[in-house]
């Protein structure tokens, strides 16, 4: 790992040339910035800027970047984020297990390559992390580790109850020393008492919406950034998992119609007369949780399934560059080579003479078109195109040939 150098002040070298009063700095930060304490006893109040996590900011000079100095060509190009809060030794033992068998060279049981350019790769070990977070209490955070099988970083946590270890997604500002709470079995007997034994959604937010803690989709409030979002209830997170990802809470499930039909009744108003396509909709609506995901798109999620408040760790993780090509090689990523750079006996662009592909259509490896659309628009929008016929001869006739 590239660490600074050491000062050598102060230090009595028996080397002539070496001065003892400079020292040069290995590598530099970009854009260094004092991020607030969490464990501090003033930011433990509610405060809405730090517990319901708003994504990251940037401001005008860019992101929290370290670079090194180019004392190797491997390092010149070096880009990666500050994360200086992260443990240096090694993960807890029980809570791995190593990575062997065709999850390294992209084979299947059968031992054909689905997935190319996957192979080599440094050992790793497999980070047990546990997703549906069922465990209720509150949870110390010992540390933040970093996994090699992910973009985000983990969590060391402690049941105060059990005293068990686990591992969990960490959001971003998460730190050694805070404290994080699962409400998946249900809410606890503290809370009801402070409630009055009646649900206050003002209260049940302020007590339970903070930055890490995991929750029924029902339970978070309208607008809250999450992730680690569940899509089955009773599972773990599936969606929003990587480095600085989010999902954000736009709308919750309305009243059932027999709920409507109640009220209208004791109101003295006739009830609406719906559909059976109406009713379904409305029961559909009323059981799940309307998100908006990073990529715009909008799902119904059922409000029985776990998220994680906060933006997922690390967000910087997609401004990291390696530098060299080794690194790609370290990371289980071999090289991909062109079709164009290929023999004709590879690739349908391999052979010929020069940077010639042919003179046939783009395709892949296996002869199918690769763009105009072919299978990469979606089927409602191609329009049926009306086929010409061609016509014989036609560019004689151009040129004045009869």
Partial sequence: MLQPRLALTGLRLPFKCVSSATSRAYSTIINQKEMPSTNDPASTAFDPSISFAPPPTRDDAGVLLRKYTPRTPGIRHLRRPVNDHLWKGRPVHKLTFPKRGHSKGGRNNTGRVTIRHRGGGHKRRIRVVDFARTAPGPHHVERIEHDPGRSAHIALVRSQ?????????????????????SYMSGIPQDLWDSMGGAVDPGVLAARTAWRGNCLPLHMIPVGTLIFNVGLRAGKGGQLCRSAGTYATVIAKGTNTPSQEADASQEEGAEAPKLTQRDKQKQERLAQHVTLRLQSGEVRLIHKDCCATVGVASNPNYQY????????????????????????????????????????????????????????TRPKWKVN?????PRVRNQGKRRRGYS
């Fill in 320 to 375: 990291s560059q390696l530098g060299k090509a080794g690194r790609s090689r370290w990371l289980n990523i071999r090289p991909t080579v062109r079709g164009l750079a290929m023999n004709a006996a590879d690739h349908p662009h391999g052979g010929g003479r020069g940077k010639s592909k042919g003179n046939v259509d783009p395709k892949s490896p296996w002869g199918l078109p690769a763009k105009s659309g072919y299978k």
């Fill in 384 to 388: 049926k195109a009306v086929v010409v």
């Fill in 161 to 181: 109850e059990t005293q068990q270890l686990s591992y969990i997604l960490a959001a971003e500002g998460m730190r050694a020393g805070d404290v994080v709470q």
